[in-house]
């Protein structure tokens, strides 16, 4: 296992954030969590990215404890993207994107600049390059957000060249916030590609159609604890749904996907039949 996670609890002031969450994740994997709002999804990415070095209980990556593990090497083996990121500087998207490389030097040679290109040719940001970052949509950022983070993952400037197997890691805090439908798509993509070179990727999304049609396994978090955690249809359950988000929901089957729909009761409604069974829609 890349990611280990044994007895992890966390306290921030007086509250208790996390309880006692175990869980492994393989090299290769596309990992989400999910949960309701306050679950403590982004506190535990944060405990995974080092962000909150207070936490009980036992963290490895790669088989060494995190705490051991020097800053420096965290930076070149694991790339996060936070659910805020607040830049107000003029700097351009080039320059954004490049960041993801100063973990390795602050003086950028050909081979960083070549795959700081591939990155934004990736996310579809190429051409906006020279403009200032303040000035882009939410969704443009976010994209730049995430060149900025492949850039930081990537040793050569392309998605195959390499095995990135127990190497590398990425970590994603609501990466399509503000993202539309094509480059929600376009970014999930992006993290199953890398998933199939080998690198973990850990993903918080809300999105139970996301989660269904790209993670390899989710985990549903409840009031900071593990509520479940497995494959898609093992997962996204109406039981499940109901239990940890407070929502009554329908699983529907679609004959042209491999994955579960989850639709609210309500929308649920349109595709009952006389009788009030769930139809298989479409």
């Known amino acids: 296992m890349m990611l280990h996670i044994k007895n992890i609890s966390l306290t921030l002031g007086k509250m208790p954030i996390l309880k006692d969450i175990s869980f492994a994740a393989s090299a290769g994997e596309l990992c989400v969590i999910m949960g309701a709002n306050g679950a403590g999804k982004s506190s535990l990415l944060n405990v995974i990215a080092g962000e909150y070095p207070a936490y009980k209980g036992d963290v490895r990556i790669a088989g060494e404890e995190l705490r051991k593990i020097p800053i420096a090497q965290q930076a070149t083996t694991r790339a996060v993207l936070s659910q805020h990121v607040v830049l107000n500087q003029p700097f351009s998207v080039q320059d954004v994107a490049a960041m993801g490389r100063f973990v390795y030097s602050r003086h950028l040679d050909a081979l960083d600049k070549e795959i700081v290109m591939c990155a934004l040719k990736t996310m579809q940001v190429y051409d906006l390059r020279n403009r200032p970052y303040p000035t ?8 730049v957000q995430m060149a900025r983070v492949l850039a930081q993952l990537l040793e050569a400037p392309g998605l195959q060249e390499l095995d990135y197997t127990g190497k590398k890691m990425l970590l994603l805090d609501e990466p399509v916030t503000g993202m539309d439908i094509l480059h929600e798509q376009l970014s999930l993509q992006l993290a199953t590609t890398l998933a199939s070179a080998g ?11 996301l989660a269904a049609a790209f993670a390899h396994r989710i985990l549903l978090l409840k009031a900071g604890a593990l509520y479940t955690g497995g ?12 239990n940890s988000f407070g929502v009554d929901v329908t699983v529907l089957s679609h004959p042209q996907c491999n994955y ?9 409604g349109l595709f009952q039949s006389p009788a009030g069974k769930a139809l298989n829609v479409f």
């Open 260 to 268: 579960p729909l989850v639709v609210t009761a309500a929308t649920a």
């Open 231 to 242: 494959t898609v249809d093992e997962v996204l359950t109406a039981a499940h749904i109901k």
């Open 199 to 209: 690198v973990l990727v850990v993903a918080v999304l809300h999105d139970f159609q």
């Open 136 to 143: 882009l949509s939410g969704g443009q950022k976010q994209r």
